[in-house]
C-alpha cells in the first residue's frame, strides 16, 4: 500500500513538474512585443511605451510660430508665440511612470502619471496594450486672469486617457485614445469638461527612422457641454512628421496645428485650423538615463 501511494505521489509530481515547466516557457516565450514605439511620446501624446525602472527620462518640446506668417519671421521659427516645455520623468516600479513639466504658455506646473496595465505579447496571447494617463496642472499667470472673484483652485485644470495601442508589425504601429479635460476656470462661452477622441500611429522605414502622426478631434458631445450651440468649440489638432531613435535619445520633427504643449491645452484651447494652413513646426527630444 506504502508503495503504491508513493508511485502515485512520484507520478504526480512529475506530471505537476512537467506541466510547470511548460507553462513557465510559455510564459518565457510569450514575452511583449519589442518596440512597438520609441519612446513614451508620439508628438504630442502619450504612448504605452515606459522604460525599465529607474529610468530617469528628460523631454524638451517645442512649438514656433504659425507658418502663415510666412517670411515675415521665417514661417514662424523666430515668432514671439513659440511656446516651450520642459520636462522630467522616471519609472518608480514596472510600468509605472511619474512625470513633472513646465511650459512657457500660461506657465504651467504639471504633474502627471502613466501606467501601462496590458502589454501586447509576441505570440498575440495579448493582441493589444492599454494605457492609463492623468496629470493635474497649475497655471502661473496673474491673478487677474481669473476673473474678479480669484480662487487658487481656478488655476488647476486636468487631463485623464485611455489609451489601446497595438504594433501591427514590424513596420507600423498603431494606437487610439479616449480623453477628458477639465478646467477649474473658464471664460464665458467656453466648457469646462471635454471630451476627445485620439488616433495617431508610426511607420518605420528604416532601423532608426520613422514617420510618426496624430489626430486629436475634440467631440461635441451635449450631454456634458454648458452651451446652447458649439459657436466657440475648439478645433482639432493635426500633427505628422519625421522621428529618429538611437537607443538613448529619440527625436521627432513635425508640422501640428495646436500651439498647446499639455494636453488639455491641445484638446480645449485650439483655435486653429490644420485645413487652413494653421500650423507650426515643431520638435520633441527624449533623452534616457539607467540608475
Known amino acids: 500500500m506504502k508503495k503504491t501511494i508513493f508511485s502515485f505521489v512520484f507520478i504526480f509530481a512529475l506530471l505537476a513538474s512537467a506541466f510547470s515547466q511548460d507553462e ?3 510564459k518565457e516565450k510569450d514575452k511583449p512585443v519589442r518596440d512597438p514605439w520609441s519612446n513614451g ?5 502619450q504612448t504605452s511605451f515606459i522604460p525599465e525602472v529607474r529610468t530617469f527620462e528628460s523631454v524638451i518640446q517645442h512649438r514656433f510660430g504659425s507658418i502663415q506668417s510666412s517670411m515675415s519671421d521665417i514661417y514662424g521659427i523666430f515668432s514671439p508665440g513659440a511656446n516651450l516645455r520642459l520636462g522630467f520623468n522616471y519609472v518608480i516600479l514596472k510600468n509605472v511612470q511619474i512625470g513633472y513639466g513646465l511650459t512657457k504658455a500660461n506657465m504651467y506646473n504639471d504633474f ?3 501606467w501601462t496595465l496590458l ?6 496571447k495579448m493582441p493589444i496594450s ?3 494617463y492623468g496629470n493635474f496642472a497649475i497655471s502661473g499667470n496673474a491673478d487677474n486672469a481669473f476673473g474678479l472673484d480669484y480662487l487658487f483652485a481656478n488655476r488647476i485644470s486636468s487631463f485623464a486617457q485611455l489609451i489601446v495601442g497595438r504594433k501591427v508589425s514590424d513596420a507600423i504601429s498603431l494606437q487610439t485614445a479616449v480623453s477628458f479635460s ?7 462661452g467656453v466648457d469646462h469638461d471635454i471630451i476627445a477622441w485620439h488616433i495617431g500611429g508610426r511607420v518605420k522605414f528604416s532601423p532608426q527612422s520613422s514617420l510618426v502622426f496624430n489626430f486629436d478631434l475634440p467631440l461635441q ?7 446652447r450651440e458649439f459657436t466657440n468649440h475648439p478645433k482639432s489638432n493635426l500633427s505628422i512628421g519625421y522621428e529618429v ?4 535619445h529619440a527625436f521627432q520633427f513635425f508640422l501640428a496645428t495646436a500651439p498647446g504643449l499639455i494636453a488639455q491645452d491641445i484638446v480645449a484651447n485650439n483655435k486653429n485650423e490644420w485645413k487652413n494652413g494653421g500650423l507650426a513646426f515643431g520638435f520633441l527630444i527624449n533623452r534616457f538615463w539607467g540608475f
Do not use: C, F, P
Not at 119 to 124: D, Y
Not at 182 to 188: K, L
Not at 221 to 227: C, F, G, R, T, Y
Open 24 to 26: 513557465a516557457e510559455q
Open 41 to 45: 511620446m508620439l508628438i504630442d501624446q
Open 112 to 114: 502627471n502619471l502613466k
Open 119 to 124: 502589454e501586447q505579447t509576441r505570440e498575440n
Open 130 to 132: 492599454v494605457t492609463l
Open 182 to 188: 477639465h478646467y477649474n476656470w473658464v471664460n464665458v
Open 221 to 227: 458631445v451635449k450631454m456634458i457641454s454648458e452651451q
Open 245 to 248: 531613435s538611437t537607443g538613448t
